[in-house]
């Protein structure tokens, strides 16, 4: 048996770990075991898309499967050239930089920008990632408190941006709140922050946003070459399994953000997944999903009433309802709905299938009777 002295302890890991938060995954469904006269349980925890894959797509991994003994191609030509078709008719494959999942990509936008002591300016509540990924490249997270209606607010935002300011992400709509920022609230952040720092503006709930809500974040990026916008395939496209997202960024910050990514780190079965979902052929059903999820969360908006976050542009609603939070998640699991606490604060429940959106509703109005 080897001799070990005492004093050995291991490599000497970076000290900016210790202050990095730990993620917390969605629960999974409670078992019916668990579920009281519940005939099954649902998962509305992670706003994770309720349909199964999209017309074409599981034939697509399958192909795509047969030669997992090769590398996948690098730099992806096929996807990139169906996303840039995609987006915007300006919008050249030079702008796009593919990773696996937006997450992936603001770790990369974060690494191509921030030493040691930059600042990261967000809004907070906001995405629970957020403060991860700043800790973890040893920059400064510096939180803003949403305001009285569960948005960002803009004029603080700016206000905390100082000379050591590197980036400063917004979400819309914001996870968890469901609120979505104006094109003027945008271009107010783009117009005020100095032109070196990187604005993130993280659009993975961008297809649920109502028609009237929208801003053509793309065609701002031509004017503010210092705009990089998130996307991604796990949500509205349902391919959250295969971990896939998309940056459209100035051709500059396209190829940093490439150039730190992970070599072949999109692999065959996600990016032939991606080409299927791009695809004329599940164009039609996505729209169908889409709609149908958005006016799910209209009808149960109008049955929960102003217990909701007003205006929700995501998947899911927010019950912003303080230290009543953890005896309504309790209720919840057990009655077969594992949703996201926020102990304090509230509770995010993802739109889901039609009987899980049913209980919620019936939930409620029994808790808030109560």
């Known amino acids: 048996m080897s001799q070990v002295s005492a ?26 075991a668990d579920a009281v006269g519940a005939d099954r349980g649902y998962k509305v925890a992670s706003n994770e898309n309720p349909f199964p894959p999209l017309p074409g797509v599981q034939a697509a991994i399958a192909d795509a499967a047969a030669g997992v003994n090769r590398y996948p191609d690098f730099g992806a030509e096929a996807l990139l050239q169906l996303l840039s078709n995609h987006v915007g008719d300006d919008v050249d494959q030079d702008r796009i930089a593919l990773g696996t999942g937006s997450v992936a990509l603001l770790q990369h936008a974060l690494e191509i920008t921030c030493d040691d002591g930059g600042e990261v300016v967000y809004a907070w509540r906001s995405f629970e990632a957020y403060p991860i990924l700043v800790r973890i490249v040893g920059a400064v997270p510096v939180e803003v408190p949403l305001d009285a209606e569960h948005c960002h607010d803009i004029k603080a935002m700016i206000a905390a941006v100082s000379p050591a300011t590197r980036v400063v992400i917004l979400c819309s709509p914001n996870n968890p709140t469901g609120t979505a920022l104006s094109r003027e609230q945008v271009i107010t ?29 793309v065609a701002l ?36 953000l490439r150039a730190v990514a992970t070599p072949f780190g999109i692999s065959a079965p996600a990016q032939a997944a991606g080409c299927a979902v791009l695809a004329p052929a599940a164009a039609q059903e996505l729209d169908r999903r889409i709609a149908h999820l958005t006016r799910e969360r209209a009808r149960v908006g109008a049955a929960l009433g102003v217990a909701i976050a007003s205006n929700p542009q995501g998947n899911f609603i927010w019950l912003p309802i303080g230290e009543r939070a953890v005896a309504f998640d309790a209720l919840c699991r057990a009655n077969g709905l594992s949703v996201r606490l926020f102990p304090r604060e509230g509770v995010r429940v993802t739109i889901a299938e039609t009987p899980a959106n049913d209980r919620l509703i019936a939930l409620w109005l029994e808790f808030d009777r109560s």
């Open 189 to 217: 952040v783009l117009t005020e922050t100095p032109s070196d720092v990187l604005v993130v503006l993280d659009e993975a709930y961008v297809e649920f946003v109502d028609e009237e809500q929208g801003i053509d974040a």
């Open 7 to 32: 004093a050995h302890t291991g490599p000497r890991l970076r000290a900016a770990l210790d202050a990095v938060p730990r993620y917390r995954a969605g629960a999974a469904a409670p078992s019916e």
């Open 221 to 256: 990026i031509e004017d503010y070459p210092n705009l990089c916008i998130l996307r991604t395939f796990s949500k509205a496209y349902g391919l959250a399994g295969l971990r896939l997202g998309y940056a459209i960024a100035s051709p500059r910050v396209a190829e940093a």
